[in-house]
Nanobody, 125 residues
């Protein structure tokens, strides 16, 4: 599976961005796909995930209510709609995939096999 992330950029606090992650190489049935982020000097952290089969979604507490993860089966693409952005959301955002249905371990980066290249989101006035 190849993953291509896009959509990052510079946005003011309170603004919105939508990230995309296009997958190719195989079908994603029974996969879990997720978004992680890594700020300078910090460890990579879980943001959100979605089960490709049933569309169930999972969020970190820090983004719940502000970010929405979704998918387009026909386009094999996952999205992350980010609203009410804060300076602390500044990070490189990575999309990832694992050939398993969601489980408790999927909150951690080590559960994911495939990774996109990352896209930078900067929230600043």
């Amino acid at each position: 599976v190849q993953l291509q992330a896009s959509g990052g950029g510079l946005v003011q606090p309170g603004g919105s961005l939508r990230l995309s992650c296009a997958a190719s190489g195989r079908t994603l049935s029974s996969y879990t796909m997720g978004w992680f982020r890594q700020a300078p000097g910090k460890e990579r952290e879980f943001v959100a995930a979605i089960s490709w089969n049933d569309g169930n979604t999972y969020y970190s507490d820090s983004v719940k209510g502000r970010f929405t993860i979704s998918k387009d089966n026909a386009k094999n693409t996952m999205y992350l709609q980010m609203n009410s952005l804060k300076p602390e959301d500044t990070a490189v955002y990575y999309c990832a995939a694992t050939p398993r249905i969601f489980y408790s371990g999927a909150y951690y980066s080590r559960a994911y096999v495939y990774w996109g290249q990352g896209t930078l989101v900067t929230v600043s006035s």
